[in-house]
Each structure stands twice: as structure tokens, then as C-alpha cells.
């Protein structure tokens, strides 16, 4: 196996582990390093390998927030903690939009909407949606400022918004649901951390659907390329994560707005300026 792929392999997962969870669209981002950086892999391989590697970004969220994650507690006797399960109720209530979808209909949102040029309406018009809703709330101060204090309808309409993004590309997960949330009255902290959280059944169950569709029969080179994007993004995303929750304690999120528009005008002048046909 030539190290040139390993080295690939480590910067697509460098790149997944910073923009799955700052909301500019790990998709998008994706789709142009791979057009001057391929993988020597199969297509089949290659879609597998863009929803797979978010396995290591979600194990970061697990690694960074376990104790408010886990509902178990053996200190002092064993105890269930209720706020915990109420958390998770709802986790599993915002996951139903996007889980029904991607279940029933993945193949053909990604046949009708996996192209360039859907990721660049989605970057542009979700970082539209950014400065709007910022500038709304300038004057607003926010209903909600802790996971508690989310209600069953509101994980459902944030659930939604991550429905939006399962089925177009270049939406981004994490921009879609911390719209959402935002435009219900949800801090920008705690529209974060509830997105951190959603990831885990969203990918999780993503990935198993493409492996379950790929197979478990890897090459060794394929093992290898697959398990190294995924550690890279596993430590690529602590950092990601915790610059995203200092960053939004002092500042909005007007600089994730006009990056995105900037890379989605960017995304069409590339292709348009290339030649290249939609699909």
C-alpha cells in the first residue's frame, strides 16, 4: 500500500474532524478536497468512507461530554439520573425526522441532491439564515439557556431542521439544528451542546446503514484508510469542539454565516469555470 493514501486519508479526516461540527458544512468541504485529492478507493468505498469517518468525530463528543451523557451512576449504590434519561427521551424524539428519511429515502436524496450544485444553494442560503437570525436576536434575549430546559416539541422542530440537512447536502447537520434551535429561542451555548448530543444516534445510525450497504468484506488498504480518517477526525474534533464552545461565549455565529456564503459562491465559480455538468 502506497503511504501517499494514508497521508490522504489523514487529510480528509483533518477535514471532517473541523467541519462536522462548525456549522459550515462538512459535505461541502469534503466534495472540493476531493476534487484535487482522491483516494485511490472504489465508489462504493468512497461513500461509505464520507459517512463513516463521522464515527470518529462522534466518539469525540462521547470522550469530551461522558458524565453528562451517561444516565448511570455506581457512586454510593447504583442510581438512574432522570434528568440524564429526559435528555436522551428527547434526543430520541429530535431523531426521528431524519432517521425515517434516511431509511426510507437516502438513495434517492443522494441521487436527486448530491451534487454541487445543491450544496452551494445550501452553504449560501443557511449562511443567509445565520446573519438573518443573528441579527433578529440582537435585541432578543434567549427563552432556553440549558438542555433542561428544551421541550419535547422543540427537540421535534430542531429535528426537522436535521431532517433538512440528512436530505440536502452542503446544509450542514450541525448549522441546520443550530438554526433551528436558535430560531426557537434556544441559546447559542445550548443549541451547540443539543447538537453535539444529536450527532451520536444521527451517525451512529448513518454508519450502519453504510456498512450494513457496503459490506463488512474491507481490503486491508481499505481497513487501513478507513480507520486512519477516523482516529484523525477523533482528535481533529476535541479540538474543533472546544474552540466552537469558547468561540460562541463571546461571539455569534455572523462569521460561520459569511464564511458559508463565501464558499458556496466559491463551490459554483469552481465548476461552473471547470466545465463540470451537475450530476
Given at each position: 500500500?502506497?503511504?501517499?493514501?494514508?497521508?490522504?486519508?489523514?487529510?480528509?479526516?483533518?477535514?471532517?474532524?473541523?467541519?462536522?461540527?462548525?456549522?459550515?458544512?462538512?459535505?461541502?468541504?469534503?466534495?472540493?478536497?476531493?476534487?484535487f485529492?482522491?483516494?485511490?478507493?472504489?465508489?462504493?468505498?468512497w461513500?461509505?468512507?464520507?459517512?463513516?469517518?463521522?464515527?470518529?468525530?462522534?466518539?469525540?463528543?462521547?470522550?469530551?461530554?461522558?458524565e453528562?451523557?451517561?444516565?448511570?451512576?455506581?457512586?454510593?449504590?447504583?442510581?438512574?439520573?432522570?434528568?440524564?434519561f429526559s435528555?436522551w427521551f428527547?434526543?430520541?424524539?429530535?431523531?426521528?425526522?431524519?432517521?425515517?428519511?434516511?431509511?426510507?429515502?437516502?438513495?434517492i436524496?443522494?441521487?436527486?441532491f448530491?451534487?454541487?450544485?445543491?450544496?452551494?444553494?445550501?452553504?449560501?442560503?443557511?449562511?443567509?439564515?445565520?446573519?438573518?437570525?443573528?441579527?433578529?436576536?440582537?435585541d432578543?434575549?434567549?427563552?432556553?439557556?440549558?438542555?433542561?430546559?428544551i421541550?419535547?416539541?422543540?427537540?421535534f422542530?430542531?429535528?426537522?431542521?436535521?431532517?433538512?440537512?440528512?436530505?440536502?447536502?452542503?446544509?450542514?447537520?450541525?448549522?441546520?439544528?443550530?438554526?433551528?434551535?436558535?430560531?426557537?429561542?434556544?441559546?447559542?451555548?445550548?443549541?451547540?451542546?443539543?447538537?453535539?448530543?444529536?450527532?451520536?444516534?444521527?451517525?451512529f445510525?448513518?454508519?450502519?446503514?453504510?456498512?450494513?450497504?457496503?459490506g463488512?468484506?474491507?481490503?486491508?488498504?481499505?481497513?487501513i484508510?478507513?480507520?486512519?480518517?477516523?482516529?484523525?477526525?477523533?482528535?481533529?474534533?476535541?479540538?474543533?469542539?472546544?474552540?466552537?464552545?469558547?468561540?460562541?461565549?463571546?461571539h455569534?455565529?455572523?462569521?460561520?454565516g459569511?464564511?458559508?456564503?463565501?464558499?458556496?459562491l466559491?463551490?459554483?465559480?469552481?465548476?461552473?469555470?471547470?466545465?463540470?455538468?451537475?450530476g
Amino acid at each position: 500500500m502506497q503511504w501517499i493514501e494514508i497521508l490522504k486519508a489523514v487529510l480528509f479526516g483533518i477535514v471532517e474532524g473541523i467541519t462536522e461540527w462548525l456549522p459550515i458544512s462538512s459535505t461541502g468541504h469534503m466534495i472540493l478536497v476531493d476534487e484535487f485529492i482522491k483516494l485511490n478507493v472504489s465508489p462504493a468505498f468512497w461513500e461509505m468512507f464520507l459517512v463513516v469517518i463521522q464515527l470518529g468525530a462522534i466518539l469525540a463528543v462521547v470522550f469530551l461530554y461522558w458524565e453528562r451523557l451517561f444516565p448511570f451512576s455506581f457512586r454510593g449504590g447504583f442510581r438512574a439520573d432522570r434528568e440524564k434519561f429526559s435528555m436522551w427521551f428527547k434526543i430520541v424524539v429530535a431523531s426521528i425526522p431524519a432517521g425515517v428519511v434516511g431509511i426510507l429515502f437516502e438513495d434517492i436524496c443522494n441521487e436527486l441532491f448530491y451534487n454541487y450544485v445543491t450544496v452551494a444553494i445550501m452553504l449560501i442560503l443557511f449562511g443567509i439564515l445565520f446573519l438573518a437570525i443573528e441579527n433578529g436576536r440582537r435585541d432578543r434575549r434567549p427563552q432556553v439557556r440549558a438542555i433542561s430546559g428544551i421541550t419535547y416539541r422543540s427537540a421535534f422542530i430542531i429535528g426537522v431542521f436535521q431532517m433538512i440537512a440528512a436530505v440536502f447536502p452542503g446544509t450542514s447537520r450541525s448549522g441546520a439544528t443550530i438554526v433551528g434551535a436558535l430560531l426557537i429561542g434556544i441559546s447559542r451555548t445550548t443549541a451547540a451542546e443539543f447538537t453535539f448530543f444529536l450527532a451520536i444516534p444521527a451517525m451512529f445510525g448513518g454508519s450502519a446503514l453504510k456498512l450494513l450497504k457496503f459490506g463488512f468484506h474491507f481490503t486491508p488498504e481499505e481497513l487501513i484508510i478507513l480507520l486512519t480518517g477516523m482516529l484523525v477526525a477523533f482528535f481533529i474534533s476535541i479540538f474543533a469542539i472546544r474552540f466552537l464552545v469558547g468561540y460562541i461565549q463571546k461571539h455569534n455565529f455572523k462569521a460561520f454565516g459569511w464564511y458559508r456564503i463565501l464558499l458556496g459562491l466559491l463551490v459554483l465559480a469552481y465548476f461552473f469555470f471547470s466545465g463540470r455538468t451537475v450530476g
